[in-house]
């Protein structure tokens, strides 16, 4: 589909004129229908050929998030809202799928009028009979509630997550893509949005949900309101919650009990958990260096098992294009060891100066030891297991013979 062509305004223009002109330039950006689910709609065509290459098209669609609306669409399919708020709509995508796939009121957000326009013209696309909001998503949780409340911004959703909490019934999902300040790689920045301290790990990927979810966890519990991971992960390049909201004061002193720290050893694989707001110092019982405490962060199960499995079994049934991939995103996850962190046998049989043995290897020698041994998700090379550091290393070293 392409749009009329219409020159640029040559001046600054406000209020209504202002959304002429966006009206203006929306008309003038070519269009494609894609799908995703059982749901088309339009968006801005992102090549490069276009005078909107990717990156620079003015409503923002990402088709790597698929899986990300996927997953949102089968377990609002399983928890049936009483209604649903897309905070940051951009073309409606992800709200069109849920008013349509999951039979839930929808009300779609964006503070850009040339967003809404999209989102209306989609709205007319589909027949579908979303609410449409131009509004600054803080203002309107804090004058509005909703059932369920999904952030979905352009990198940080830190400063929406107040507003999000206070404007929250039941079920908050958070997306967050600025996974270089979570994960420790842009220290100062992870520092600054999420008031806790990362490090750049081999797990850093575990490290940067958990911080993620520390920092919703402490903007929740100052409403006497705590906190149930449903369905969280980390995928490419997002990290994704699926949280259930308590109330009462009772379930926030319940949720901040597992919150706490991880000290990591900066010249070996050790780490060890430390629950609590307040991090102690501690020594690597292998090298003798200090640990450095990295978080506040959350220590707790960051999934529901009961949900996972009700996920998988109504996921067969779904019309997802990301299938294949949810399917085992789901198994993997159900199966993973609740710890913390993972090893990455990889990095330890770098250290050893050793080729490192199939993972399979790995996971049955650390479970002939007596101690539980898994996949995660979060990295094909990664290992969850409460086994003694030593013990992974021998895993790793011993030979095929053994």
């Given amino acids: 589909m392409s749009g009329l062509s219409h020159s640029p305004c040559p001046y600054p223009l406000r209020g209504n004129m202002y959304k002429f002109c966006a009206l203006q330039q929306m008309c003038a950006m070519e269009l494609m229908e894609v799908s995703e689910g059982?749901?088309?709609?339009?968006?801005?065509?992102?090549?490069?050929?276009?005078?909107?290459?990717?990156?620079?098209?003015?409503?923002?669609?990402?088709?790597?998030?698929?899986?990300?609306?996927?997953?949102?669409?089968?377990?609002?399919?399983?928890?049936?809202?009483?209604d649903y708020l897309d905070a940051m709509?951009?073309?409606?995508?992800?709200?069109m799928r849920v008013a349509g796939e999951c039979g839930i009121p929808v009300t779609i957000c964006d503070r850009e009028p040339d967003a809404i326009g999209l989102i209306t013209q989609n709205k007319n696309h589909t027949g579908l009979p979303?609410?449409?909001?131009?509004?600054?998503?803080?203002?309107?949780?804090?004058?509005?509630?909703?059932?369920?409340?999904?952030?979905?911004?352009?990198?940080?959703?830190?400063?929406?997550?107040?507003a999000a909490v206070r404007g929250c019934r039941r079920f908050l999902f958070v997306t967050a893509t600025d996974t270089a300040p979570l994960c420790g790689a842009h220290l100062k920045a992870g520092i600054r949005r999420y008031g806790a301290v990362p490090m750049n790990t081999e797990y850093h990927s575990e490290v940067g949900l958990r911080i993620l979810l520390g920092f919703v966890v402490r903007e929740t519990v100052k409403y006497d309101r705590g906190i149930e991971p449903l369905f969280c992960y980390a995928h490419e390049h997002f990290t994704r919650l699926h949280l259930r909201l308590l109330r009462g004061a009772q379930a926030a002193d319940d949720t901040l009990k597992r919150m706490g720290f991880v000290h990591q050893c900066r010249k070996c694989p050790y780490r060890e958990e430390q629950p609590g707001?307040?991090?102690?110092?501690?020594?690597?019982?292998?090298?003798?260096?200090?640990?450095?405490?990295?978080?506040p962060l959350w220590l707790g199960c960051i999934r529901d098992e009961d949900t996972v499995v009700q996920m998988q079994e109504t996921v067969a049934g779904?019309?997802?294009?990301?299938?294949?991939?949810?399917?085992?995103?789901?198994?993997?996850?159900?199966?993973?060891?609740?710890?913390?962190?993972?090893?990455?046998?990889?990095?330890?049989?770098?250290?050893?100066?050793?080729?490192?043995?199939?993972?399979?290897?790995?996971?049955?020698?650390?479970?002939?030891?007596g101690y539980p041994a898994t996949r995660t998700h979060f990295s094909g090379y990664g290992i969850k297991t409460e086994a003694p550091l030593e013990l992974i290393r021998n895993a790793v070293w011993a030979k095929e013979q053994s």
Avoid at 41 to 60: N, Y
Avoid at 277 to 292: N, S
């Fill in 38 to 82: 059982t749901t088309s709609v339009l968006v801005p065509v992102q090549d490069a050929t276009t005078q909107f290459p990717p990156g620079s098209v003015p409503i923002f669609f990402n088709r790597r998030m698929e899986l990300n609306r996927d997953a949102t669409v089968l377990l609002l399919s399983l928890l049936k809202p009483s």
């Fill in 277 to 295: 707001l307040q991090a102690h110092d501690r020594t690597c019982p292998c090298c003798g260096e200090p640990l450095q405490p990295i978080g």
């Fill in 318 to 369: 779904r019309e997802l294009g990301t299938k294949k991939d949810l399917v085992r995103l789901l198994e993997t996850c159900r199966s993973e060891l609740p710890t913390s962190s993972f090893y990455d046998y990889h990095h330890i049989a770098k250290l050893l100066r050793c080729s490192p043995p199939t993972i399979d290897k790995v996971l049955e020698r650390i479970r002939v030891c």
């Fill in 130 to 162: 979303v609410t449409i909001q131009e509004r600054d998503v803080n203002a309107l949780l804090s004058e509005q509630s909703f059932d369920a409340v999904d952030l979905d911004p352009f990198g940080t959703p830190a400063m929406f997550i107040d």
């Fill in 89 to 95: 709509g951009a073309t409606g995508i992800r709200g």
